[in-house]
DNA sequence: TTGTATGCGTTATCAT
DNA sequence: ATGATAACGCATACAA
């Protein structure tokens, strides 16, 4: 069934039947009722392509992730915000497109952008290069906890800095703690970065010293990424900083953090508290500082960032930030469609707020 | 940038350009090299959407979520299922299209069928509903967790039956206890009327009388839901059988568990061991017990379902049932696409195998 | 208010 | 090996 043999049955022009689906207040209510009994008499739908080949516009935006490895929607955090992202999606008129790959040359090309997505979010730590590839197609982008030099590209992120600062503040201000240590994966990514100088800054503003340990192991930050200097400069520096003795995994999900901090301890010298990049990494070292004898908070304190759902249900309870990963799903769809509607918009950085949610592990 | 332009550049007609890219065997090497130089230099893709009207085939699939309220897709077992299924539709060469909705009434049709999916895939608790809306576009099925008595309908389902079978075993027949009371949310979901038949079953099978707690109040085992008695059959039931006094809250999630199970607290009789449906609700049941002064499992053994992430980090870790959302996301992929290459194809239902999970709860 | 004619960007059939 | 042409299913400018 298509549009002309409804024309036919119905015995009117193939415009008609286009108007009635697409503009029913054009015709004369007698026609369109006559030509809708019609078509749902024979169960017939449009054709939704043909129609975005006509219209020129697909309707469909993409929610795209590069990462390492999976999970890739069903990550704590991307999971809910592709939620948030699909919602207002829906909200707005268009739908989602799924992509994922581990590798760059995964046949990127072939298996996400042949399709005719008006807009895409990205999810990725390697931005320029994806930026770069969506960009020679002309399909505007919109990054999630990233950041690009580039012009024209928008991004959602959530106030990484201010919650690391929420924390140190809580931690110093409020409980009076010194000795404190930083504890992550490496630092390529922005977010990590800004947490990182949040942790730095706040030391430095409460004129206390770094924790510095000489027993840890040498680590490479950056994983030998280069920083990004874009985001870098608007905190005032041309470099991550070489502050104390930040401990370094090579991961950051539980199972690595408990492994390697188990395998550190005991440290000769011991923090007062840890503040973690993430919750992840927060409950694998609550795990091994747990399991080495050492009691949460009265001998070490401990944090997290996120507020993932196991963050209320591990014991000690963590003492985190929470970031709303629903909201910048949904706010990111929002801001990509002012850049499908002006592809010329420049940059535009939405920050996220979040909130210090304060448990037992501090 | 289109194919004519192409076309006309290269001095050779439309068909010579479209072969390029999609028949490149067909031309001279020659021709081949001069069309695709061409084409790279002008930056030309071709455009999938009039490539799929021209082709009658979207290699578009949905994956879609009928449910009461979030997380849609930030579920932690549906999450991990979307990743299975994305992962094989991509190299089966489809895309996914997403779809959600909490009401009935929620434009549906205008919100997600309009497209051209090619089949869909169905997380629902009223799959009868939603098999027919896409039964009247000839849109084949696969259902997630669930069983329709319809024919040329598809369905993945975990091992439920086999899997709460192995709890009790180990329950009883390596732990000795009796005394197991059964909780749950309501029973309406096959899933959760197989692990029940599975419950009570066991009981029957180990001699063990049920058990009964007069003190507890009644409840409404299926919502006012017709129980699926396709499903019932297999086991050679007619209904669900009333059995001792199972504790039913009226959702399946962590907090509404702690808090109906604090107001029942404490029981006249306590049960020496609770089998609860899924983890989410022994987590939430636990603390309450623990909070309420009761030794896990000294006092009260508890077990969960699922292995979501969370069960090993509780404390005490949850003794639960692994099922992998990823397996069952992969097989209902594969699984539609037979659907789609031959929709008469009469129902078939693919059952994916668990595996019990010791430890501390029980 | 409705019909005619043309266009959307591609593929496929049948020539040559 | 390549070209001409029809087809895919629908939308819309313009005419009536």
Redesign the pocket.
């Known amino acids: ?7 036919k049955l119905a ?9 009635a ?3 029913p207040e ?3 209510k ?3 009722d006559r030509v809708m009994a019609i078509a749902r008499f024979h169960n ?8 975005a ?4 516009r697909s309707g469909l935006v993409g929610f795209i992730m590069f990462h390492k490895s999976r999970p890739f929607f069903g990550h704590l955090f991307y999971g809910p915000a592709l939620d948030g992202f699909m919602e207002r999606a829906k909200a707005r008129g268009y739908h989602v497109l799924l992509g994922a790959t581990t590798r760059r040359n995964d046949n990127f090309e072939e298996n996400f952008i042949k399709d005719s997505i008006e807009g895409a979010v990205l999810v990725t730590r390697d931005p320029e290069y994806l930026v770069n590839t969506f960009r020679d197609r002309n399909i505007p982008v919109v990054l999630i906890n990233e950041e690009s030099g580039q012009e024209n590209i928008g991004c959602v992120v959530g106030d990484d800095y201010g919650g690391m600062t929420k924390i140190m503040d809580h931690l110093i201000g409020e409980r009076g703690y010194q000795d404190i240590a930083f504890c992550s994966n490496r630092l390529s990514h922005v977010c990590n970065m800004q947490r990182y100088l949040a942790y730095v800054d706040a030391l430095i503003k409460y004129d206390q010293r770094p924790y510095v340990n000489p027993d840890l192991p040498e680590y490479d930050l950056l994983d030998s990424y280069e920083p990004n200097f874009h985001v870098l400069s608007r905190y005032g520096r041309k470099e991550i900083p070489n502050f104390g003795t930040p401990i370094i995994f090579s991961s950051a999900d539980t199972e690595t953090a408990a492994k390697s901090m188990a395998k550190l301890l005991p440290l000769k010298k011991m923090p007062r508290a840890i503040v973690c990049m993430n919750d992840s990494i927060a409950i694998g070292v609550c795990q091994a500082l747990k399991q080495a004898g050492y009691r949460i908070p009265e001998d070490v304190a401990v944090t997290g960032f996120d507020d993932i759902e196991m963050a209320s249900y591990v014991s000690p309870a963590l003492t985190t930030i929470r970031v709303d990963p629903y909201d910048l799903g949904a706010e990111a769809m929002d801001l990509l469609l002012k850049y499908i509607n002006d592809p010329a918009l420049p940059s535009e950085r939405i920050c996220v707020p979040n909130e210090l949610i304060v448990r037992q592990s501090s």
């Open positions: 069934m298509r549009l002309s043999d409804i024309a015995g009117v022009s193939k415009a008609t039947v286009s108007r689906f697409s503009h054009l015709l004369q007698e026609t369109l017939y739908h449009p054709n939704t392509l043909a129609r080949v006509a219209h020129r």
